[in-house]
């Protein structure tokens, strides 16, 4: 302990201008992030550009000083002076994690609160998010960085090595994401990966600095870097598009089943993307309890003359939506596909995942420039004096609830415009989320913000046939 | 007391190349060990299993009555290491680089520290980036000779150093290192066969000889044999002589293994006609050198063979 000390003091005798930096940035940052707003309106554009250039500054200053703090005693090598000093390792490495813990994370911590308090977000109910995000920021920022940094001899090698990982991971997710079609699936599936990614670096740190075997540490991380799509697929065979169905108690009360009536059509409906067609299936949908809402996905199959579609092992997803006081079964198919299916018997069997929801407005803004605090949302922003009226709300950390937001003037006046999700702890260097903005043009007088928060009140699962049907007349636009 | 340092067998492989071969070696407590040889024989790479920075591909040096690959803090708290290109931490001072190590070392010397900058002329508020290569070479003797280390490695340290420099740090070594055992490689032996007590000679990873500086001395002979006709090469002359040079009637080669009577009548068998024998004792530089030149001719004669 009192060697690290020591080598602790030495390296900020030597690396303090540089940590300076670093503290000068994150502060900067801390009041960009408070001067900031979610929406990109001419008083905030400065702010907000300002804000996005610390975004990038920040990250690459406090790598920058993670690669100068280790290599003050660098690992690969055999002229450096150190490696023939009474220096013992754990003492080395606890010194290097004492100066990133002061110079990185504490202050990291410190901006969060500041951040956080500043926007009149808690701070003290939310300590274990705060804390949760200390693991991300050293698992994602410091890590990686550190691993990188104890398997090379100096900057350039550093950079090297971080671009040939950086240029990996980009490949990789790549791959991943044309195989899964999932854009985000490399580097986003949650704690899975930040708790490999976690254990793996740590472990080549500590072996590096017990054994200073490069060649094994450098492999490792070489491994660790390949197995990157290995990291972000494996979530994906527990989540539910390839789960087996979950078997949940079904609710009696509720009775859910198509509706054989043709005439019942759709006022209004989204646009299927380009390429798709659009089936909906009107459902009845009764027994609901009051203010409550039905939700859900369904896994299809279609049975057309004998022959099932899609074929075995494929899946193909539809939704429950509701419109005005309507239910219905919604799904895109290829163009291609409709041509062959659309005037053929079919018979269609779905499983239905449903929940029930609230749908209970429990607070109304007027849209007018102002800002305010929603519950399980965060403070929320309304500009007026754009030529579009924009919205756009930013969430702190601690409980989060997943909440639709209704324009109250709109037709049909309670169809959401916008879903804010429940969101999770960020793990970039702000603890704040911007949720997805909106703008709205020719706004009425007296229009109202409705916000809808959606806490489930129970899932449960159904499944339903359709027999002997033709899905042309269910095609929109028809 | 147990010798220091204890080499069994040692090797080194780079790839193809092997750097040390089966190499096996004892240093004297309190010894100056002059570890001499060509350029590339394989001295650095030697020192540096010795200190742990480099592992051995087989068998094994024990140091200070330890495997070297297992050398622990208390080991090097007892260990000077100096190199003629060991990475400094150029940005620290002179005195803060001392500052510095102090607290590593329970047996730091105070006060030997301050003989040693004062000694060596050093200024303690330059950083180490500003001092030229004998200045530096300076601080890190120093650095590796305030503890009273019991074993110190000098990797090349006079490389490059003018003669007043070499001369100093020469000095400053053997006034503060009367009880340290000392490990000194170089490529030229005139800059250590003023002071060194043992001598090793290392060519192609391998350790030719490994004896008393005084022994060696004694055991060669510069032999130069006077002929009333020009001479010609016994094919089967004795292994110990080499280097044979002739002239018009002259021969004169080096014996390895003067033994003044012995030497006199295998002279007297092969060069019956002689007309004068002279047997001159050789300076090591001259001893390293014919040991270098024979070295290379049997390695040329393994290749074309």
């Known amino acids: 302990m009192k060697q690290a000390l020591h080598i602790f003091r030495k390296d900020l005798r030597h690396l303090w201008p540089r940590a300076l930096l670093v503290l000068s940035l994150l502060i900067a940052h801390a009041i960009l992030e408070v001067l900031s707003l979610p929406v990109n309106v001419p008083e905030t554009m400065r702010i907000n550009g300002m804000s996005g250039v610390l975004t990038w500054l920040l990250p690459v200053a406090i790598w920058s000083l993670i690669a100068w703090l280790i290599f003050e005693e660098a690992l690969p090598g055999d002229r450096q002076f150190w490696l023939t000093r009474p220096y013992r390792w754990p003492d080395l490495l606890f010194s290097k994690v004492l100066f990133v813990f002061i110079f990185i994370n504490i202050p990291v911590l410190i901006s969060d609160c500041c951040i956080l308090a500043a926007k009149g977000f808690p701070v003290f109910s939310v300590v274990p998010d705060l804390l949760l995000r200390q693991l991300f920021v050293t698992t994602l920022f410091v890590l990686p960085f550190f691993a990188i940094a104890s398997v090379t001899t100096g900057t350039s090698q550093f950079l090297l090595a971080w671009f040939a990982l950086l240029l990996a991971l980009v490949f990789e997710g790549l791959i991943v994401s044309t195989w899964t079609g999932n854009t985000s699936i490399a580097i986003g599936s949650g704690s899975f990966f930040v708790a490999t990614l976690a254990v793996a670096t740590c472990g080549i740190v500590i072996w590096q600095y017990a054994a200073r075997r490069t060649t094994i540490a450098r492999l490792a991380l070489f491994a660790i870097a390949s197995s990157f799509p290995a990291l972000g697929v494996l979530p994906l065979l527990f989540s539910p598009v390839t789960a087996q169905p979950r078997h949940l108690a079904d609710q009696p009360n509720v009775s859910f089943a198509y509706d054989p009536d043709l005439n019942t059509r759709s006022q209004s409906y989204t646009s299927p993307p380009p390429g798709y067609k659009l089936v909906r299936i009107p459902l009845i949908v009764a027994g609901l309890p009051p203010k409550t809402l039905l939700r859900g996905s369904a896994r299809i199959s279609i049975d057309v003359g004998g022959r099932p579609w899609p074929k075995p092992g494929e899946v193909m997803m539809g939704t429950v939506e509701r419109n005005a006081d309507a239910y219905w079964q919604s799904l895109n198919l290829p163009v291609a596909n409709v041509k062959v299916l659309k005037n053929q018997p079919s018979n269609l069997h779905a499983t239905f995942d449903l929940e029930i929801v609230s749908d209970e407005v429990k607070q109304r803004e007027p849209l007018t420039k102002h800002s305010f605090f929603v519950p399980g949302v965060g403070l929320c922003y309304v500009f007026t004096d754009t030529p579009q009226t924009q919205f756009a709300c930013r969430a702190g950390l601690g409980p989060s609830t997943e909440t639709s937001v209704r324009l109250d003037s709109n037709v049909p006046a309670d169809q959401p415009f916008m879903d804010l999700p429940q969101h999770s702890v960020p793990w970039g260097l702000s603890p704040i989320t911007d949720h997805g903005s909106s703008a709205f043009s020719d706004v009425q007088q007296g229009s109202l913000l409705a916000f809808i928060p959606r806490p489930k009140f129970t899932e449960f699962q159904r499944t339903l046939d359709l027999r002997n049907i033709q899905l042309a007349n269910y095609m929109l636009p028809r | ?305």
């Open chain 2, 1 to 305: 007391m147990n010798s220091p340092l204890r080499c069994e067998r040692l090797s080194k492989r780079f790839g193809q190349l092997l750097a040390i071969r089966d190499l096996q070696f004892d240093l004297p407590d309190r010894s100056i060990y002059a570890l001499v040889g060509p350029n590339g024989a394989g001295k650095t790479t030697l020192i540096k299993m010795l200190v742990n920075i480099l592992r051995p591909t087989s068998g094994r040096c024990v140091v200070l009555d330890t495997d070297s690959r297992r050398l622990s803090p208390n080991q090097f708290a007892q260990i000077g290491y100096v190199s003629e290109n060991q990475e400094m931490p150029e940005w620290m001072t002179v005195d803060y680089f001392l500052a510095y190590l102090k607290p590593f070392y329970p047996t730091w010397d105070d006060a030997l520290a301050e003989a040693l900058l004062r000694d060596f002329q050093l200024p303690g508020g330059r950083r180490l980036s500003e001092l030229s290569r004998g200045m530096k070479m300076k601080a890190a003797l120093a650095s590796s000779l305030a503890y009273h280390p019991r074993l110190i490695f000098l990797d090349e340290p006079f490389s490059g150093l003018d003669a007043l420099v070499r001369q100093e740090l020469i000095e400053g070594l053997l006034e503060r290192a009367e009880d340290t055992t000392v490990l000194v490689s170089s490529h030229d032996l005139a800059d250590i066969e003023t002071f060194a007590s043992h001598i090793g000679f290392l060519d192609s990873g391998q350790l030719q000889f490994s004896e008393e500086a005084t022994t060696l001395t004694q055991r060669f002979r510069e032999i130069e044999v006077t002929l009333r006709t020009p001479p010609t090469l016994p094919s089967n002359w004795p292994e110990s002589w080499s280097n044979a040079q002739t002239s018009d009637s002259m021969v004169r080669f080096v014996e390895s293994r003067f033994d003044s009577e012995r030497t006199q009548s295998a002279i007297a068998h092969f060069f019956p006609a002689a007309l004068h024998v002279s047997m001159n004792p050789m300076p090591l530089r001259d001893i390293f050198v014919a040991l270098a030149r024979q070295g290379r001719r049997s390695a040329l004669r393994g290749e074309q063979s």
